[in-house]
């Protein structure tokens, strides 16, 4: 599923948070920006997974650890931040990068940026994303809504979901599910809903594939998309538990 | 042998390849002869192609395979508990060697494990002395002499009978069933636990794998693949999704929680992104047939490991490491989560696996030689050699070859087998299963 490709906001001009840069409508995002967007998706995914059938916990699993690793490093970095429930009109989406951007290859920008170069001549899609040695950052003295202190129960709303998430996963009470999204607005679990925008999901001819996600730059954004970002922007209330 | 891989890999194309149409194959197994190869499938079909005896006239090539028996094994059942269907797509099917006349297969889905009995019937009694040849009885005034009934031959029917159910000892679905070389009991692992059954017993397994953590929320590994040992019936591995297996023995405690090896290989950290923990997440486990090796498969590679070193395997083949730079969009469409299987050849010299766009790939681990080959139907009519295959990974593509962007990651082969003592291969795309063998001339 590319349900994630209907996350295209942010228009490739905007040069926000663009570390040198240069601003041209190819450039490639900054790391932490594709760090940011990242994680979004892979928010999105869990979220989603609770929609189908039971899901697959192998996929959850590996999932919710790319989330904690990038929410661990973003706390290193100190740029683990609130999102305040009134500029979550804006931030939030602010943060989506066009998703066809996130993974473009690194021969396609034509900023300056030097991309690393992996040992057999193939620059890597997203060379930023290589992750520092692993340490356990202390948490940051101004605790933002989403670090609290330390105790397990006034951990941030972010880690509370995750772990909600696992334990509908293993809940036996049928109503779990539903009371972990009780205060959402059922609007968004509306699977169509959700996936209008997308671009042609499941061709299946050659040619498809990576190829479509090169493309996906050209099209332009459908009014059902900025419908389907607010929706979006709630999820992301949601699990900021503001 | 040596013959099949002096030169290219010369695969012929022995059947025709629409013998599978209706429905998503989910596994591929041989039986211990190789006689026989079952299909599971998304509907929860079971689907058996047996060899026909070989030709002596005709003896350029080795017998095709034809339906034997299909049967439906698992139906879709639902969790009242949980408010969510339970699958019937079979996961995996495992024989069990032969005994007497009837073969025996283990089926599961994500549940329930079952054994099938399968048989064959090819006469059946004539000559009733009480009955009429449809079955009614005759009225008993008119019997006046006593014959016996006689066996004479009819068409073959086979005939798939349920003989056990082992229900109701998995909270999550399994993956793995593995029988013990004693032919007695098997193991059944889900995501968090394996289970030790006996074959005669239903109501009654025993838990012998946990890693389930108290607190669901510490939960950052899971069990992806458990097999038995080939000859050591006390001995058992498990892969896990952070790329590790440990090897276990049943002897050292009832709970096996402790193991007795490790096997994991040391991160490369120039290769280190987000995305490391996703490829290494092993997706098979496989003993060699000597019990000497074992075969794991990850998103990107195949490490074969000797059971005596524990630090790092002792060959690495690459799959498609073109992928490696595609692996942000890969995890956008789900495709860095796909399991892929692998298997050995019968004498452990070569191994397969499969990859995106119907290619799979073989490595023979003598010469270091590597294939790539395509299963799909517009390329190959039967009896026409396989061309192998080329990816271009960057730079100028060459004339025949593929570039990476062209690749469809929808057709994907996840699902391969290798006969276990002949050159026949099965190949199983989405739809589709295939059968090769190599040349014989």
Redesign the interface.
Known sequence: ??F??GLKRKSAEEPEDVEGCSAGAQAMPSYSLQ?QS?LD?SLV?LQLCHML??P????S??I???V???QEEMTRDGTWRAVAPQAAGRAPLDRLVA?DI??R?VREQEGECPAPD?????????PG???A?AAQAPRSPQSSLWEGDSSRESRGGFQKS??QI??T??????GSVEELFADVDSSYYDLDAVLTGMVGS?S????????A??SAATSPPSSSCRSDLGELDHAVEILVET | MRGFWNKVFNLEVVCCPCLLKADIISTVEFNHSGELLATGDKGGRVVIFQQEQENKIQSHSRGEYNVYSTFQSHEPEF?????????EKINKIRWLPQKNAAQFLLSTN?KTIKLWKISERDKRPEGYNLKEEDGRYRDPTTVTTLRVPVFRPMDLMVEASPRRIFANAH???INSISINSDYETYLSAD??RINLWHLEITDRSFNIVDIKPAN??E????I?AAEFHPNSCNTFVYSS?KGTIRLCDMRASALCDRHSKLFEEPED??????????IS?ISDVKFSHSGRYMMTRDYLSVKIWDLNMENRPVETYQVH??L??????L????CI?DKFECCWNGSDSVVMTGS??NFFRMFDRNTKRDITLEASRENNKPRTVLKPRKVC??GKRKKDEIS????????KILHTAWHPKENIIAVATTNNLYIFQDKVN
């Open positions: 599923m590319m994630a490709r760090r990242l998706m995914k059938v039971e697959n916990l192998c996929r699993v590996l919710a650890n790319t904690r690793q990038i998703t996130l993974c290859s992996m040992g057999d001549g193939q620059p890597d899609l997203v994303l290589a992750v040695p995750l772990d696992f334990e996963l293993e809940s036996k009470t049928s499941t299946s001819g050659p040619g498809s594939g990576l190829q996600f090169a | 969790d009242y508990l949980k408010s969510l269907e339970i699958e994500d909270t999550y679905h995501d968090l669901m929320e939960l950052t590994e899971v992806t999704s950290p120039s290769n280190r992104s987000f995305f490391s923990e996703i997440s490491e073109y490696r730079s595609k692996l942000c969009s995890y956008e469409n789900d989560f995106y766009n990974a960057s990476v962007d062209s690749l469809d990651f929808n057709k």
